[in-house]
């Protein structure tokens, strides 16, 4: 039994009581729906202890019920073990989402509590409109969780710092000029921007208030000739307030949001993203616009889709970046092959040491995300995090998967490989072989222009479900500049979450590639690199595109089996080798490893 998790449910429990509150709901967001929220924002893990990046937890008075995806299954079930907590697998069979969960258990008459300020208005207003006809109420002015966790962390407050125009390849002036062609052509007065790597891509500005990602805490609201940018002034030093000053870019208090919202003349319409703004910011201007005769238009955020195709300035630094990167990720492996046969290893150390490889780099500034090594069967668990405390003893024998990357001046990296570490069996020779093939096979595609990330899925799964093995999560995902290692609006799945899976792959675009095998109490398998889209011929038949690698780092030899390989995978795999000992050979000054890099990749 988990009492610690126990008693602070009963203490939300009275809290609800007090305030009428029949269902109280938390997810996992800050208040601008990012994928990663500081630990101040961590009020679902506080009440049912999982700790991964995406979940949201609802409790009643004798129920708690808390939904995640494939990625946590096995992770929530431990963590959330003797908590009393029932764990909702997301999108498995049989499964109800939270939305039909609620309107099948809540009468007419209940009050369905949040705090609108960390709920995206597209959420809320799917509780609304699920809810209406059980007349249901909903209350979002409550933060019932910040009244019970007492020792709450602080409100991240990090300095400010602002990234050259020649580094951005753009300057903030230009790429307002692009956002304010978007409001006219909307017919709008007004853009409010909610989404933090989307203020930092456009403003050219970064920070560090959310772990692993060099974002600010912050809000925009452009009008045809104003910008108004809130954020914490604490975070401000004079480079920055000059910078802002000289790009005519007004500062207002953070917490003055609402506030200022609220007073906010508004005239015509104003455009927002029903995605990344809160339930309480959307309440606000839909009752002020109201108010004054005004109107307010859900659009995608433009800004999303002007970064996810990088600049010539971008994708010239990136690749360069990914080089060096790549070059340190190799070195690692094979420091892990011989450091493990000494016995001292753990994943933990491991991991420590590939994170301080990373930072001798020039132009480190922080992990783009904790390094994730996992050992064996720990691996099965996508997102698995090894700590000081809690470990498991590497060994030579099996595999050590690590997952892991950095943000630099000049790009933001991410690349998997899974390690021999000694003796391997047949059955993850095997499974290991077929995730190579479908890495491959997926990076090698050419595809006509119009075509998205579901349309060229099956590529990665095909060699795995040839075999009747599935991996629960994408197959890739969008990367940032310099910003959050997780990037839309496009994604490489065959299972459509919402219309933004939907978008066309464009060149500039990078994103990851990786496929992957995990059963339970056995052994974990990815193989991720990232790719560039590209122009590839265009003919009678259209533009077609392709992928372009910005991962060099070896495929392991000891993994691959021949007898699962035709003569044109064999080739491929060949040819990515060979690519690899040409980029990174040159990076590499010390001769044991140049000559264990050429064994590496020799043809098979």
Not at 477 to 503: C, F, Q, T
């Given at each position: 039994m988990n009492k610690v998790i126990q008693d602070r449910l009963s203490a939300l429990r009275e809290k609800m009581s007090a305030n009428g509150i029949d269902y109280y709901l938390m997810p996992t967001s800050d208040y601008h729906n990012s994928e990663y929220s500081a630990d101040f924002f961590k009020a679902r893990e506080y009440f049912c202890g999982f700790t991964g990046s995406n979940g949201t937890l609802v409790v009643s008075k004798d129920w708690a019920g808390m939904w995640t995806d494939g990625r946590y299954f096995i992770q929530a079930d431990r963590e959330m073990e003797g908590t009393g907590v029932t764990l909702y697998k997301m999108g498995e069979e049989g499964v109800p989402t939270i939305s039909e969960y609620l309107a099948e258990n809540m009468t007419a008459g209940q009050v369905l509590g949040f705090d609108g300020k960390v709920v995206p208005a597209r959420e809320g207003l799917a509780y609304e409109k699920k809810l209406k006809k059980n007349q249901v109420k909903i209350k979002f002015d409550k933060d019932l969780a910040g009244e019970v966790w007492t020792d709450r962390p602080a409100l991240p407050c990090n300095p400010i710092y602002v990234l050259s125009d020649e580094l951005c390849g753009k300057s903030f002036a230009e790429k307002l000029a692009d956002i304010r062609k978007v409001m006219e052509e909307e017919k709008a007065n007004a853009y409010l921007l909610c989404k933090l790597d989307d203020i930092c891509w456009l403003t050219n500005l970064r920070g560090n208030d959310v772990e692993c990602n060099p974002v600010i805490l912050s809000y925009l609201f452009i009008t045809k000739k104003t910008v108004s940018m809130f954020v914490q002034f604490d975070e401000l030093n004079d480079e920055v307030r000059n910078y802002c000053e000289n790009n005519d870019i007004e500062l207002v208090a953070y917490n003055r949001i609402i506030t200022w919202l609220d007073e906010y003349e508004y005239d015509g319409v104003t455009l927002y993203d029903e995605r990344n703004v809160s339930y309480s910011v959307f309440r606000t201007i839909k009752d002020n616009s109201e108010n004054n005769h005004a109107n307010i238009k859900n659009i995608y955020d433009p800004t999303e889709m002007m970064k996810a195709c990088k600049n010539e300035t971008e994708i010239k630094n990136i690749r360069d970046v990914y080089v060096k990167d790549s070059a340190v990720l190799t070195k690692f492996i094979y420091w892990v092959k011989n450091e493990v046969k000494n016995g001292t290893l753990n994943e933990y150390t491991a991991a420590m040491h590939l994170d301080n490889m990373r930072a001798q780099l020039p132009g480190f500034i922080e992990l783009s995300f904790p390094t994730i090594s996992a050992y064996r069967d720990n691996a099965a668990m996508m997102h698995y995090e090894a700590t000081e405390e809690s470990n498991a003893e590497l060994k030579p024998e099996h595999f050590l998967l690590v997952d892991s990357g950095a943000t630099y001046m000049g790009g933001t990296t991410d690349v998997t490989r899974t390690i021999v570490l000694g003796p391997i069996t047949d059955e993850e020779k095997k499974h290991y072989t077929l995730t190579t093939v479908g890495m491959l096979q997926l990076a090698n595609a050419h595809f006509l222009?119009?075509?998205?990330?579901?349309?060229?899925?099956?590529?990665?799964?095909?060699?795995?479900?040839?075999?009747?093995?599935?991996?629960?999560?994408?197959?890739?995902?969008?990367?940032?500049?310099?910003?959050?290692?997780?990037?839309?609006?496009?994604?490489?799945?065959?299972?459509?979450?919402?219309?933004?899976?939907?978008?066309?792959?464009?060149v500039g675009m990078i994103m990851s590639d990786e496929p992957g095998v995990y059963i339970e109490g056995k052994h974990g398998i990815r193989i991720e690199n990232i790719l560039e889209v590209v122009e590839g011929e265009k003919n009678s038949d259209g533009q077609f595109l392709e992928f372009r690698h910005l991962t060099y780092v070896p495929l392991d030899r000891d993994a691959l089996d021949k007898q699962y390989l035709q003569p044109r995978e064999i080739e491929a795999i060949n040819e990515y080798q060979k690519m690899v000992y040409d980029r990174i050979e040159p990076l590499i000054e010390e001769p044991e490893i140049k000559e264990w890099l050429k064994a590496e990749t020799k043809p098979l």
């Open positions: 222009e119009g075509c998205n990330g579901r349309n060229l899925d099956i590529l990665a799964r095909q060699p795995l479900w040839n075999v009747g093995i599935d991996y629960k999560c994408g197959t890739g995902h969008g990367i940032g500049y310099m910003l959050n290692v997780h990037e839309g609006p496009h994604s490489i799945r065959w299972k459509s979450r919402s219309s933004e899976d939907e978008a066309a792959l464009k």
